[in-house]
């Protein structure tokens, strides 16, 4: 096509090489100045710009879409609040655990009560305070996890009402993709929260064929928190 525009009929051999060739060997040719293919069909620059966003847009559209059918690793926790006599949060422990397993959570579908996700109890190290979310989101970026990963289910402090927990379930079945594999913290809350990730899980399995891989519960031991597997 460069050639097509730089050299006119009767074509001689030896002006299409140079046509083909001098303008790339220039040593005055500035490479900001060359023209695309798209340019000397009459497409401006500013359109090939939108044009190559775009593409890229869907090229990334296209990568997340194979992604999710291959199936995501998902870890189901609820959240427990931040004791400010340790210096880990006990949800911590799972996800660094699944880290030196390598399996890395795609997603984290966390309950948080209203207590974790309003109360600014949880005391930073420059004297300001934040609740406890707002600290596990930071505590994922320290270990590498984009923040978009984790999709907060938002819930009542009291979950013994069943109704409540049809709602939490219903909610969680809206966020899992059929072919996910699934791991379980049941590291917070009570023993009645921990019966209920396991009844999700179970309806995850039947109703979007979601198996799970690892039940983790982490306790605070020292400085760090300690995650079991069964």
Same mark, same amino acid.
């Given at each position: 096509?460069?050639?097509?525009?730089?050299?006119?009929?009767? +074509?001689?051999? $030896?002006?299409? /090489?140079?046509?083909?060739?001098?303008?790339? =060997?220039? %040593? @005055?040719?500035?490479?900001?100045?060359?023209?695309?293919?798209?340019?000397?069909?009459?497409?401006?620059?500013?359109?090939?710009?939108?044009?190559?966003?775009?593409?890229?847009?869907?090229?990334?559209?296209?990568?997340?879409?194979?992604?999710?059918?291959?199936?995501?690793?998902?870890?189901?926790?609820?959240?427990?609040?931040?004791?400010?006599?340790?210096?880990?949060?006990?949800?911590?422990?799972?996800?660094? +655990?699944?880290? $030196?397993?390598? /399996?890395?959570?795609?997603?984290?579908?966390? =309950?948080? %009560? @209203?207590?974790?996700?309003?109360?600014?109890?949880?005391?930073?190290?420059?004297?300001?305070?934040?609740?406890?979310?707002?600290?596990?989101?930071?505590?994922?970026?320290?270990?590498?996890?984009?923040?978009?990963?984790?999709?907060?289910?938002?819930?009542?402090?009291?979950?013994?009402?069943?109704?409540?927990?049809?709602?939490?379930?219903?909610?969680?079945?809206?966020?899992?993709?059929?072919?996910?594999?699934?791991?379980?913290?049941?590291?917070?809350?009570?023993?009645?929260?921990?019966?209920? =990730?396991?009844?999700?899980?179970?309806?995850?399995?039947?109703?979007?064929?979601?198996?799970?891989?690892?039940?983790?519960?982490?306790?605070?031991?020292?400085?760090?928190?300690?995650?079991?597997?069964?």
């Amino acid at each position: 096509r460069y050639v097509e525009f730089t050299v006119q009929p009767p +074509y001689a051999p $030896k002006a299409l /090489e140079c046509a083909a060739l001098h303008a790339l =060997l220039d %040593s @005055e040719r500035n490479p900001a100045q060359d023209k695309t293919v798209a340019e000397f069909l009459g497409v401006s620059r500013a359109a090939v710009s939108q044009r190559r966003k775009t593409w890229q847009q869907k090229l990334v559209q296209m990568k997340t879409e194979q992604e999710d059918k291959m199936g995501r690793d998902v870890l189901l926790l609820y959240m427990s609040p931040k004791n400010q006599n340790y210096k880990t949060q006990t949800n911590e422990g799972a996800v660094r +655990y699944l880290i $030196k397993e390598k /399996e890395t959570p795609d997603c984290i579908l966390a =309950l948080c %009560s @209203e207590t974790v996700r309003k109360k600014a109890v949880v005391e930073m190290p420059d004297g300001s305070t934040c609740t406890t979310l707002e600290y596990f989101r930071d505590a994922l970026r320290r270990v590498g996890i984009p923040e978009e990963r984790l999709v907060v289910i938002e819930v009542p402090d009291s979950m013994d009402d069943e109704k409540k927990q049809f709602q939490a379930i219903s909610q969680l079945l809206e966020k899992i993709n059929e072919g996910d594999t699934l791991s379980i913290d049941l590291s917070g809350g009570m023993r009645d929260t921990a019966m209920l =990730l396991v009844t999700a899980a179970r309806c995850m399995r039947n109703l979007r064929k979601v198996e799970t891989r690892r039940v983790i519960y982490a306790e605070l031991r020292g400085e760090e928190p300690v995650a079991h597997d069964r």
